[in-house]
């Protein structure tokens, strides 16, 4: 864990990420609105603005000495030595707590002190992460490649506000209430739905493309690193403002009122997005009331509540001026509609009037009506004109494209055939006379399991989660005698066996020690082997393997596996992606990748043996090889092509590297099948998707298929 208390570069003095900043002002305002997910490429800056809140946080009265920050005024919270005790109390500044990726479950958790236990009879908890991170922000960059214990550790405590710490046969419960803050890039794989939900504000975060704002930036990473201290003076004045008005906005926060009208005009929001469960409602009616009270402001308006929607439901979209448009015609849609029950329940309440003044009450009524229309638009442009608090960021971010209205588009003349077949989709191409023997692609309910010739089984589950850890990673499930002498000994089941053993004092004797068994979330290390030689078509057979490598590199980019991708062709093979988490970055190698040249097979898998024997013994991932070729080997390296293989294969088989050999291209057969052997030889799995028009989403199918099978 680090604190972050270095120099940090103004929260003031960021250029542009007006959403950012606003999200994460208002979470300070009220940290019930559930933490910020902000999203976006490398290098944009998420990071660095959210190190710099750390400036802005107002201190909190906490018990003096507690290594949980126990709130004094909320006695239902406290840990049990606060409870127990009287107390003195201490004004704490807030901070961001930092979550390395890296760090394990007791870290994150805690840990209890066995000396104090055994000497002392007292339960005493070693403080981790969560316990530094109640009532603080807790930030984690790269959330997405959390592992998945330390994500179900996340969501108990998130959900509970409590960190329940159990180990060695001893409980300790002390409070965990944090603002999240997670920052992630979208290329490098998905965060756990799970996790997404329990986070209020989801913000997308581009690369600015305006000159002068680029520079702007460069000038002012200059001067501060030239010279931190002055820098920082340079917007002291504007650092303090923004920190008084967090003050102030959080003392009259509760004095906010939200109309049941604006309550209705969520709710229908929340139900036009399609959104799941109740949290996102809860969030904007959160998130329009922190903007009202920042904006000084005790009753929330029309604008406040389109503000907070954007903020959280906006990432439903991907295009960041289709959010703002979408949304802003729906809360228009929603007040209409509003509006109109409204005012069909008035009428209803009115007597009816007499025939004869039907006519003028009539027109009078219509008249009023729009009177009452150009009233409201007034009042509705007042209020917006009257919340400018955002008024920097806002002029920062002036480069957002204006909000347009998408017509419908006309109808096409849609041909007779589509008729008959029951289409609507007129992009949907008819297959060519030569593609008619072809199976339909994966997206039409293929079953991969027919496509599956050869079943290689795994003697035991290696990959997914709960799976047995090879180091002090996971969760401590059980305990077992060590094979070697460790320093991850179970001292409750040590103690157990040591006192069973023993004859009033206890003593541990070697024999007794006990080692603990973890389990966790294993991903894999995939070395893709793919055949980029010309025995086919050179522009069919290209389209198909770039298809195939980049379905591959989103697949394991969604799962949080690493690739590497060995090319071979010619007389050898080439690594085209070294081993990397960050396969997404390598698409441009994809795209140049060029076909032709005799077909070197032994030579690439050699190559992509060596690249998994090294990860066999790094981290937690499972080796796997993926062979894509139509089994024609044309190259030697010592022996024959075939025989090379062959003996390669069998070198798989005895390093237990999972083995997949995938035919993805038509090959002629000159009495045997290469690939079945391949596949007997690793002791592993053959399928063959020679008739299959789109391999690449195919290749999804296998793995995920795989993925159970490990």
């Known amino acids: 864990m680090r604190l972050l208390k270095n120099i940090i570069f103004p929260f003031s003095a960021i250029v542009g990420q007006t959403d950012v900043k606003k999200a994460l002002i208002l979470n300070a305002v009220n940290p019930s609105i559930g933490g910020v997910l902000i999203k976006g490429d490398k290098g944009t800056g998420k990071t660095t603005a959210v190190r710099a809140l750390a400036d802005l946080l107002p201190p909190i009265n906490v018990v003096k000495g507690c ?37 394990t479950e007791d870290r994150v958790v805690g840990s209890i002190n066995i000396e104090k236990a055994l000497k002392e009879g007292l339960k005493a908890l070693e403080p981790g992460i969560l316990a530094e991170a109640n009532r603080n922000i807790l930030y984690v960059d790269e959330i997405n490649l959390l592992d998945d214990n330390l ?39 998905e965060l756990r739905p799970q996790l997404s939900d329990r986070i209020g504000l989801h913000i997308s975060v581009h690369t600015i493309m305006d000159l002068e704002e680029r520079v702007k930036i460069m000038e002012r990473r200059e001067d501060f690193e030239g010279d931190p201290t002055a820098f920082k003076k340079k917007f002291e004045a504007k650092q303090t403002e923004i920190l008084n008005k967090i003050v102030k906005a959080r003392e009259i926060l509760k004095k906010v009122h939200i109309s049941r009208d604006l309550l209705e005009i969520i709710a229908y929001l929340c139900m036009e997005m399609g959104v799941d469960g109740h949290r996102a409602d809860i969030a904007i009616l959160r998130t329009s009331k922190a903007i009202a009270a920042y904006s000084e402001i005790l009753e929330v308006d029309l604008h406040h509540v389109e503000e907070a929607a954007i903020l959280v439901l906006g990432e439903r979209f991907h295009n960041t001026s289709q959010n703002k448009n979408q949304i802003s015609q729906m809360v228009q849609r929603a007040m209409d509609d509003l509006n109109k029950r409204n005012s069909e329940r008035e009428n209803s309440e009115k007597p009816e009037p007499d025939e004869d003044t039907t006519d003028e009450e009539g027109d ?30 806002s002029q920062e971010n002036s480069s957002d494209e204006p909000k347009t209205t998408e017509s419908e588009p006309e109808p096409q003349n849609v041909p007779d055939d589509f008729e008959d077949m029951g289409e609507r989709d007129t992009g949907k191409k008819l297959r060519s006379r030569d593609e008619e023997d072809e199976t339909e692609s994966c997206d039409e309910g293929l079953d991969i399991k027919k496509l599956l010739k050869i079943k290689g089984k795994s003697k035991k589950k290696l990959y997914g989660k709960r799976v047995d850890s090879t180091t002090s990673k996971g969760k401590y499930v059980k305990s077992k005698f060590p094979k070697d002498m460790g320093n991850d000994i179970a001292i ?26 973890r389990k966790h979330g294993a991903k894999a290390s995939i070395a893709v082997v793919v055949d980029i030689s010309g025995s086919m078509y050179g522009e069919k057979k290209a389209v198909r393997v770039k298809d195939i490598l980049n379905n591959l590199i989103e697949d394991a980019a969604r799962n949080g596996d690493k690739v590497s991708v060995v090319g071979f062709k010619g007389k050898d093979a080439l690594i085209i992606i070294p081993t990397t988490r960050r396969a997404v970055s390598f698409k441009e190698q994809i795209e140049n990748l060029k076909i032709g040249g005799t077909t070197p097979l032994a030579s690439g898998m050699k190559r992509g043996f060596e690249i998994l024997k090294k990860e066999k013994f790094r981290d937690e991932y499972v080796p796997m090889m993926l062979i894509l070729t139509d089994g024609m080997p044309n190259v030697a390296i010592s022996k024959s092509p075939v025989d090379d293989a062959i003996d390669i294969a069998g070198s798989l088989k005895e390093n237990e590297i999972h083995t997949i050999i995938i035919n993805f291209e038509q090959a002629v057969k000159y009495g045997r099948d290469m690939n079945m052997e391949l596949a007997v030889a690793s002791g592993g799995r053959y399928y063959d998707l020679e008739h299959l028009k789109s391999p690449g989403c195919a290749v999804s199918m296998i793995l995920d298929n795989e993925r159970k099978d490990l």
């Open 364 to 393: 009078t009524q219509t008249s009023t009506e729009e009177s009452g229309g150009e009233e409201g638009s007034s009042n509705s442009n007042e209020s917006q004109g009257n919340n400018q608090e955002f008024e920097d960021e």
């Open 67 to 103: 290594p949980f920050n126990c709130d004094p005024n909320d006695t239902d919270a406290l840990c049990d030595s606060c409870r127990s005790a009287d107390f003195e109390t201490e004004l704490k500044p807030m901070r961001v707590v930092e979550l390395p990726l890296g760090s």
């Open 151 to 189: 994500v179900d550790v996340l969501l108990d405590a998130a959900a509970y506000g409590v960190n329940l710490v159990e180990r060695e046969g001893i409980s300790v419960a002390h409070p965990s209430k944090f603002m999240l803050v997670g920052t992630m890039n979208p290329q490098e794989g």
């Open 492 to 517: 409750d089941a040590t103690l157990r066996a040591a006192a069973l053993r023993s004859e009033g004092e206890i003593t541990v004797k070697t024999e007794d020690l006990r080692q603990k068994v």
